[in-house]
């Protein structure tokens, strides 16, 4: 399982970020949530993510660049961003999708989630905003 919160962000933090990926997410299918994704032309990954908000099923594997290529033939959307990790956040600045970058965290409980509380750079939470899932952002950028 997967328990996960997320929110935008209106300025980037003042802080060094060292590591990142560049990250190409193609979807298979969007119900359920089929993904293919790429990080750095190097890592090539399949998840599959059940519907919700906060707690989702999430199945990950990795898969090979053959494979990879492949399945982007017939995907039917993506998105494209830069992910920086700062200790537990995963900060995400999206390729076309004018202004938005995002913030994830990841906790190992329910109840560690829930008692969270955001930064202060932290914007809006949108856990349950529909609009900000991956894979509308996918859509939307396609309708751009």
């Known amino acids: 399982m997967e ?4 929110f935008l962000v209106d300025k980037l933090p003042e802080m060094n970020i060292n590591k990142y ?7 298979l299918s969007l119900d359920p949530e089929i ?6 032309d190097k890592t090539y990954l399949m998840t599959v993510k059940s519907s ?6 999430e199945t990950e594997f990795e898969i090979t660049e053959s494979i990879f290529k492949e ?4 995907s039917i959307s993506c998105v494209s961003k830069t992910r920086h990790y700062i200790g537990r956040l995963e900060f995400d600045i999206y390729f076309n999708i004018k202004d938005l970058m995002t913030v994830e965290i990841e906790f ?10 955001p930064l202060d750079w932290f914007g809006k939470e949108v856990t349950y905003d529909k609009r ?4 509308n952002l996918a859509i939307k950028r396609r309708d751009e």
Do not use: C, P, T, W
């Open 132 to 135: 900000y899932k991956n894979k």
């Open 52 to 57: 919700g908000g906060m707690i989702r099923k």
């Open 3 to 6: 328990i996960e919160r997320k």
């Open 71 to 74: 399945l982007i033939e017939v």
């Open 35 to 40: 993904r293919i994704r790429n990080k750095n």
């Open 21 to 27: 990926d560049n990250i190409k997410q193609y979807y």
């Open 108 to 117: 190992d409980s329910e109840k560690e989630a829930n008692e969270f509380i």
